[in-house]
Nanobody
Framework: QVQLVESGGGLVQPGGSLSLSCAASGFTFSSYAMNWYRQTPGKARELVATINNIGDIKSYAGFVKGRFTISRDNAKNTVYLQMKSLKPEDTAKYSC?????????WGQGTQVTVSS
């Protein structure tokens, strides 16, 4: 079955950096675009970044552009999110997402807390 497992979250000071990973299994990873989303309690989930199946087309939400970088390694079935210049408002649970035909799959998420 499809599995998405995130890792790399934690507590970081404002201005710091963090790198998230999402290991995928159960589907042909190299055939699908991948997304990173984030959500805070009481707010709607928001799209952070998207990368196409071969990794040469990327898009970012305006609030992270220039600070976050999405990448993927199809040999390792893994998608990454490198985050720098983190702000307190980046605090959220970050989840990776794969939309396979008509079904959306989500990982369990990893918490990122930006605080001094």
């Amino acid at each position: 079955q499809v599995q998405l497992v995130e890792s790399g979250g934690g507590l970081v000071q404002p201005g710091g950096s963090l790198s998230l990973s999402c290991a995928a299994s159960g589907f042909t990873f190299s055939s699908y675009a991948m997304n990173w989303y984030r959500q805070t309690p009481g707010k709607a989930r928001e799209l952070v970044a998207t990368i196409n199946n071969i990794g040469d087309i990327k898009s970012y939400a305006g609030f992270v552009k220039g600070r976050f970088t999405i990448s993927r390694d199809n040999a390792k079935n893994t998608v990454y999110l490198q985050m720098k210049s983190l702000k307190p408002e980046d605090t959220a649970k970050y989840s990776c997402n794969a939309q396979l035909t008509s079904t959306n799959y989500w990982g369990q998420g990893t918490q990122v807390t930006v605080s001094s």
